[in-house]
């Protein structure tokens, strides 16, 4: 589990919010609300067909995330580029068309963002996250090293070193 300070909000209570991202944010949740009542769907729903059902402490049914689809209802708060993703498939749409400033800032970052996080209790592992631009070659070899290291952790085996992975 990754580490409190590194969580990244994404909430406008959370954060301080430029013009640019609260209009974002409002387009957004506008474009949500247009794109249910088109599909004829609740917020229910639409967090039933992403994330599934759970049962409440009465027994009832409940549709899971149903809170979070309010939220971003609401303009408070913008979903990860993941669950924009799988909103705008369970919605037929395009993400760009969903949410324009949420996905060109995701898709078409340029700068690099490079980031580790040690898990809790398992000093020797980190939750890894890579998200920039690079040449193809570059790519390839991270993606390898990736696979030695997922097979790696799948078989018990110790963690592969870049030292080692070079």
Not at 23 to 47: C, H, N, P, Y
Not at 60 to 78: E, F, Q, T
Not at 131 to 158: C, F, H, T, W
């Amino acid at each position: 589990m990754a580490t409190e300070q590194s969580k990244k909000a994404t909430s406008a209570d959370d954060m301080a919010l430029n013009p640019d991202q609260a209009d974002a944010m409002t387009v957004f949740a506008e474009r949500l609300q247009a794109a249910l009542i088109k599909k004829g769907w609740s917020q229910s729903d639409l967090a039933r067909t992403i994330w599934g059902e759970d049962t409440d402490s009465r027994g009832y049914s409940v549709a899971k995330g149903r809170d979070r689809i309010s939220s971003y209802l609401r303009g408070k708060s913008v979903p990860e580029p993941r669950n924009l993703h799988a909103i705008a498939d369970k919605l037929d749409m395009d993400p760009s068309e969903l949410a324009p400033d949420l996905y060109r800032r995701t898709a078409n970052k340029a700068g690099s963002e490079a980031m580790f996080d040690v898990i809790a209790g398992e000093p020797d592992k980190a939750h890894v996250r890579i998200n920039m631009i690079a040449p193809l070659s570059v790519a390839v070899e991270m993606m390898q090293l990736y696979e030695r290291a997922k097979k790696n952790l799948a078989a018990g085996d110790p963690p592969i070193s870049l030292m080692a992975a070079q």
